[in-house]
């Protein structure tokens, strides 16, 4: 089984950034491509940003240029760092393999941006 683990969300004003965190293990290959996901109230989950093993790349049209995700392979760890942030990117947000995610998620960490 897979088990997720995200932290760094909190409480920021527009135009601020955060960085969260995500840390991996279980049945999942150091090497998976892996992805940040969103949920906001009312909303179904979406796709943020995905990465793969190489450090390819791949964003959602709302956050390209404000986000960046990146991923520590030996630390089975993956990062985002929000700039800019805006009240429409407040949810909770969840890491998960890309572009597939596994079945299991973690708890997420919640991401509110106050205008």
């Known amino acids: 089984q897979v088990q997720l683990v995200e932290s760094g969300g909190g409480l920021v004003q527009a135009g601020g950034s955060l960085r969260l965190s995500c840390v991996a293990s279980g049945t999942i290959s150091r090497f998976a491509p892996m992805g940040w996901y969103r949920q906001a109230p009312g909303k179904q989950r979406e796709l943020v940003a995905g990465i793969t093993l190489g450090g390819s790349t791949n964003y959602a049209d709302s956050v390209k240029g404000r986000f960046t995700i990146s991923r520590d392979n030996a630390e089975m760890t993956v990062y985002l760092q929000m700039n800019r942030l805006k009240p429409e990117d407040t949810a909770v947000y969840y890491c998960?393999?890309?572009?597939?995610?596994?079945?299991?998620w973690g708890q997420g960490t919640q991401v509110t941006v106050s205008s």
């Open positions: 998960n393999k890309f572009p597939a995610p596994a079945s299991s």
